[in-house]
């Protein structure tokens, strides 16, 4: 399909509920010509599964390790591939190098889509330019709202960072902050800048930034313990990461600091530090979800030609604010492992 045919058949897609919906009754229909195999597709489609070919997709994220939030991405990932008759293939690096060559990997494999987190867009340009030669369609998710169009994705699923930030520091506001720190734990990722960029502009008080390793949490945790101990004025802290606040809240014990904890993003331990208040508040932008729609996008794309979005806006799945209003709601799901 070439470029001009690809944006008419966005222009034209309908909406991803009812064409899923539509698409799973057509392929039950399409593989039932009577007898016992009629029989068997019926009771597939009840069950919800799909009775189409089996396809292959490469979920390829820039996952640290240790790093429990792409854990329900994948699990979402997982879900749709069972769903859909797909042979879910993950793999992830945090270097964005090592990422490309991940991809690369997929495309030599030849599989029949896959799905990519664009942390450090300019690192991925060219291996996604192979793919797309290669006739395999590409979606993005999590991170890279602001590239995925100029790369040539098909969609995208996640939260604009930049939108989730500034929600964070009108947050910040209304809890009585003053001065906050903002930790990133991964130097050049674009989507982590963005959010503490957001979180400056919104708020009224004085934002700082603070540089961690995020692959090393004793580093990180004494980097945040010697900041709260050098400025005793930083009454919150900010992180981007579930693993990372639950660590702050350490940090500030150790420092003998006052400072309040709030984060992006969660994880089950981090919904009972919502709910027992050692940490604020928290914003979600359903991982689970975002993994599950990557995945299921390339199957409707496969096997109806649909586009989330019309492939020209993105599918937002956040921000979402998590507090004690409503964390033993979520926390529901949290155990389940969808939160």
């Known amino acids: 399909m070439d470029r001009s045919s690809r944006s008419r058949s966005r222009r034209l897609a309908p909406v991803v509920a009812v ?8 392929a039950g229909c399409s593989s039932s010509h009577g007898g016992k195999k009629s029989e068997e597709a019926a009771q597939s489609a009840s069950a919800g599964k799909a009775n189409t070919p089996r396809m292959t997709v490469a979920l390829v994220t820039h996952q640290a390790p240790g790093d429990t939030f792409w854990d329900t991405v994948r699990k979402g990932a997982e879900a749709a591939a069972a769903k859909d008759n797909i042979k879910l293939i993950y793999s992830a690096d945090p270097n964005a190098g090592n990422q490309a060559n991940l991809v690369q990997n997929a495309i030599d494999q030849k599989v029949d889509g896959i799905a990519v987190t664009l942390a450090k867009p300019d690192a991925m340009k060219s291996v996604i330019g192979k793919a797309e030669q290669s006739g395999i369609p590409v979606v993005g998710l999590n991170s890279g709202l602001s590239d995925w169009k100029n790369l040539g994705l098909l969609e995208f699923f996640g939260q604009d960072e930049s939108v989730a930030g500034e929600a964070f520091g009108s947050k910040l506001n ?9 930790v990133i734990q991964e ?28 692959t090393d949490m004793p580093s990180v945790k004494s980097t945040i313990t010697a900041k709260l101990k050098q400025d005793s004025a930083i009454d919150t802290v900010v992180t981007l990461g579930a693993p990372f606040a639950l660590t702050a809240v350490q940090s ?10 709030a984060t992006f993003d969660l ?20 991982p689970y979800l975002q993994g599950y729609l990557a995945v299921d996008s390339l199957w409707l794309y496969k096997n109806n030609g649909n586009y989330s979005g019309g492939g020209v806006q993105p599918v937002l799945t956040g921000p979402a604010f998590v507090d004690k209003s409503n964390v033993d709601k979520v926390a529901e799901f949290a155990a389940k492992g969808t939160r």
């Open 174 to 182: 209304s809890t009585g902050a003053k001065k906050v720190v903002c």
């Open 187 to 214: 130097q050049g990722n674009i989507g982590l800048t963005q959010r503490c960029d957001g979180v400056k502009k919104t708020f009224q008080g004085t934002t700082e930034t603070l540089y961690v390793n995020g």
């Open 252 to 261: 500030v014990g150790d420092a003998g600091s006052k400072a309040k904890v």
């Open 19 to 26: 064409a899923a919906a539509a698409a799973l009754t057509l």
């Open 267 to 286: 994880n089950k331990d981090l919904v009972k530090a919502v709910q027992n208040g050692s940490i604020e508040f928290a914003v979600d932008q359903q």
